[in-house]
């Protein structure tokens, strides 16, 4: 009876020590610099959330407005232009609408803070992934970061000649297209260039005679070099220019509502009552 029970404990035993090793072959890792260097995401002692290319192609997201619907605890509200974009980490930020207020999130593209939000919100490029910071960072990001961070790293210039070309459409002529090209010039430098575009009509309609409003007319370039002297030393210069020249942001209708009656005193019309409808003054 003893010798049973030895036999049917070893068995499991070796069992163990067999599945142990395929298990640690198909863990993947996850390294972020959230703390200025490189540490898996179960190490970092911060409460970071990362979203990789992966998640980012398949989501379809477009520029960093596109973030709160794949990181939890991230709000990001866009008032009468691009350059009255909050952004809100676990309901802090400033919130306010004036863009000469400092943020209280700061966002930093390969390192670099970006200063105001309108030069932050263009299409993203082509991202290796986006780390979104939540609390206080001042010590390692400086001031502006004291509700978070949200952090985008780029994807550096391959060593391999590679390309990728994108073309989308759809409803109100929304119009999309992406390029990217990277390759190797020697040994130890290699090139990216990518550039967008970005067009939509507006879908908010101006019944005072202007333009639609919420439209989307944005386009980007940017190029890189990636210099690699040693296996341990790596330079880039990365130069890029983004253009945004839409109307925005209608967002409010005129209801018949309680104060219906003020309004055609003073000459004005109403929107009918439909939740469906885009329409404004």
């Known amino acids: 009876m003893n010798n049973k029970r030895f036999l049917l404990g070893t068995s499991i035993l070796i069992t163990t020590l067999m599945t142990a090793p395929a298990y640690a072959q ?45 990181v939890p605890s991230l709000r990001v509200s866009q008032l009468q232009n691009s350059v009255q974009t909050t952004f809100i980490i676990r309901g802090f930020g400033n919130g306010a609408n004036n863009p000469g207020i400092e943020p209280s999130v700061g966002v930093f593209i390969d390192g670099v803070y970006r200063s105001r939000s309108a030069g932050a919100i263009a299409d993203l490029p082509r991202l290796e992934r986006v780390e979104v910071l939540r609390g206080p960072q001042s010590t390692l990001f400086g001031k502006n970061a004291s509700a978070g961070v949200i952090s985008v790293i780029t994807a550096k210039p391959s060593h391999t000649f590679t390309g990728s070309v994108e073309a989308s459409y759809g409803n109100y002529n929304a119009l999309g297209l992406k390029g990217y090209v990277s390759g190797p010039i020697s040994e130890n430098l290699a090139f990216s260039l990518s550039g967008g575009l970005s067009k939509r009509d507006g879908y908010f309609k101006n019944l005072a005679g202007g333009a639609d409003q919420n439209d989307r007319d944005r386009w980007n370039l940017r190029g890189q070099l990636l210099f690699e002297p040693t296996d341990n030393a790596s330079f880039r210069l990365i130069v890029d220019h983004d253009e945004i020249d839409e109307i925005c942001c209608g967002v409010a209708n005129l209801l018949n509502g309680p104060t219906g009656a003020a309004v055609v005193a003073v000459g004005g019309n109403l929107v009918p009552n439909d939740p469906f409808a885009r329409e404004g003054y």
């Open 26 to 70: 198909v863990k993947d890792e996850i390294i972020v610099t959230a703390t200025k260097r490189q540490q898996t995401l179960q190490e970092i002692p911060v409460a970071v959330s990362v979203t990789d290319a992966d998640v980012i192609e398949k989501a379809k997201i477009a520029d960093i407005m596109d973030l709160q619907t794949v």
